[in-house]
């Protein structure tokens, strides 16, 4: 299955779920960024089982370094939301599982 179609696919689930159009977006980016990097780095559209956790730890310290804390947050939760409908729809191995995740930031309290 090619990444892309796999993120499609994805994203679907997500909007029967009723997310919201601006969170289908910005997970649309998030993962396009990832198969974009890793695009570069294969010479071709990947597949999905392509995708290892160091094409993932790459992508995090050339696009990642660049973006704020709860941005990194917000991005690494969605990988890791991907790959593991991914595993669990399609089989294919977590990339993700076993990656030490940082705490997320708080957010203030209201006043």
Do not use: C
């Amino acid at each position: 299955m090619l990444f892309s179609a796999a993120i499609d696919e994805f994203l679907k689930v997500l909007a029967a779920g009723r997310y919201s159009p601006h969170t289908l977006n910005s997970y649309r980016r998030t993962l396009g960024d990832l198969g974009e990097h890793v695009s570069r780095i294969v010479g071709h559209e990947p597949e999905a089982d392509e995708i290892t956790r160091d094409a993932i730890l790459a992508h995090g310290r050339e696009r990642m370094g660049q973006l704020g804390r709860r941005s990194t947050d917000h991005r690494l939760y969605t990988l890791r939301s991907f790959f593991t409908w991914l595993n669990a729809a399609h089989g294919i191995e977590n990339a993700m599982r076993g990656m030490i995740m940082p705490r997320p930031m708080p957010r203030p309290l209201v006043k």
